[in-house]
């Protein structure tokens, strides 16, 4: 059994895109989730998951209690070690720099050396303590409304605390900081952040071997970090000025010889201008697709209504895969039902206080 380490205000967001690179992911208390089973080399490329540590065990979030947990777990392993303790969102008070000392001395008395910057195993100390939200938080109901609390509502659920002892097993990668909209070769307004891009390209299916379409690729944003976790990627985007820059970018990131940060061989590209609603793609050619809609008052540039470009647009996505997030100003899911989607989830973010943005995963 696995505890996953969630970052990132939305937890069932993250446990979400943590089902990408794990096995049957449960959330436990907020920021933390077990998971049964983990793929290392994908929990690098995570966006919203820390860490993943191979759970020791769990009780409650005290450090009395913890340090009777260590004490009797069963430990095989062999070499130095070090602890490191997290109270997340400042949600338990424990000191974790007193849990880091006492945990710390519970293993020398068990017989281990200490290493504090280079130790074999490190021992992860994971306070946390709240209400759980509800699994149907910001699950969509039948009509497609978003179930979420109103603002200033406490989060629906069971009142939890928690204290998971984990040995680190695999880190996310942590560079999503060096490719700010901003910084990249080619950058326009309206560019989707690096995190969130990583997200969606990771629950739409991205991973070495899989081929993820942008068909409104804008700057390449999605499509960069989807080729950075090795998918082989395809965009199209209606204006010539965005073919041109979203290639630079792509470009950029994707033609080394090197492994990416995570440690894949980085996917391959094209790009081309297009159409979403009439795609140069035949059917069931691609493995997941990604697009982020225009907003309303972007949607000019298109020869089409909005409404008519997201309808057209989710109807050829629907050709040409058989799963696709959407990220847009308003959910889409009656026009994803009428193009033949099923709504798997449904998200919601807010970005600032006029901007949510609205996550659709639809299979
Ligand atoms: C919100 S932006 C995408 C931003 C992109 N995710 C990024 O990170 O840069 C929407 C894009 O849709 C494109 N677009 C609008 N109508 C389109 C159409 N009919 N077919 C293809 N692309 C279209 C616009 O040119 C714009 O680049």
């Known amino acids: 059994m696995y505890l996953l380490e969630l970052g990132g205000e939305d937890d069932a967001f993250a446990a979400h895109e943590a089902a990408s690179a794990a096995a049957d992911v449960r959330r436990i208390a907020p920021g933390l989730a077990v998971a049964n089973a983990i793929d290392p080399a994908r929990v690098r490329g995570l966006a919203y998951t820390h860490r993943a540590n191979d759970l020791l065990g ?20 062999e070499g130095t070690v070090a602890v490191r303790a997290t109270d997340v969102h400042g949600s338990t008070g424990v000191s974790t720099e007193r849990a880091e000392r006492e945990l710390g001395q519970v293993l020398v008395d068990r017989g281990f050396g200490v290493d504090l910057d280079d130790p074999d195993h490190l021992l992860r100390a994971t306070f946390s303590a709240g209400r759980l939200a509800d699994p149907g938080t910001n699950a969509a109901d039948e009509t497609g409304d978003l179930l979420t609390p109103a603002d200033g509502d406490e989060p629906i659920g069971e009142r939890v ?45 991205a991973r070495p071997g899989a081929t993820i379409l942008d068909p409104m690729c804008g700057t390449g944003g999605v499509l960069v970090e989807a080729g950075l976790v090795g998918a082989d990627v395809i965009g199209t985007d209606a204006q010539r000025k ?23 061989d980085r996917g391959t590209w094209q790009i081309a201008r297009g159409d979403a609603t009439r795609l140069p793609l035949v059917d069931d050619s691609v493995d997941g697709v990604v697009f982020d809609a225009p907003y309303g008052r972007q949607s000019k540039i298109a020869t089409h209504r909005l409404e ?16 696709a997030v959407v990220v847009a100003d308003r959910s889409w899911a009656g026009e994803a039902r009428a193009a033949g989607w099923e709504l798997e989830a449904a998200f919601e973010r807010r970005v600032h206080r006029s901007l949510t943005r609205y996550v659709l995963v639809l299979a």
């Not at 040995?167 to 990668?173: F, I, K, P, Q, R």
């Not at 965005?242 to 894949?264: C, F, K, Q, T, W």
Request: glycine share 8%.
């Open 242 to 264: 965005m073919v041109g820059g979203a290639s630079e970018n792509l470009a950029h990131y994707l033609d080394r010889d090197e492994p990416s940060p995570i440690g894949v």
């Open 58 to 77: 769990r009780t409650d979030a005290s450090l009395e209690s913890a340090r009777a947990l260590l004490e009797t777990a069963p430990i095989d392993r």
């Open 161 to 205: 605390s928690v204290c998971a002892l984990g040995w680190l097993a695999s880190e996310s990668v942590r560079d999503f900081g060096t490719r700010a909209p901003t910084d990249k070769p080619f950058f326009q307004p309206g560019s989707m952040d690096p995190l969130l891009a990583r997200a969606v390209t990771n629950v739409a299916g």
């Open 308 to 323: 008519d470009l997201v309808a057209g647009a989710l109807s050829e996505t629907r050709r040409v895969a058989d799963r």
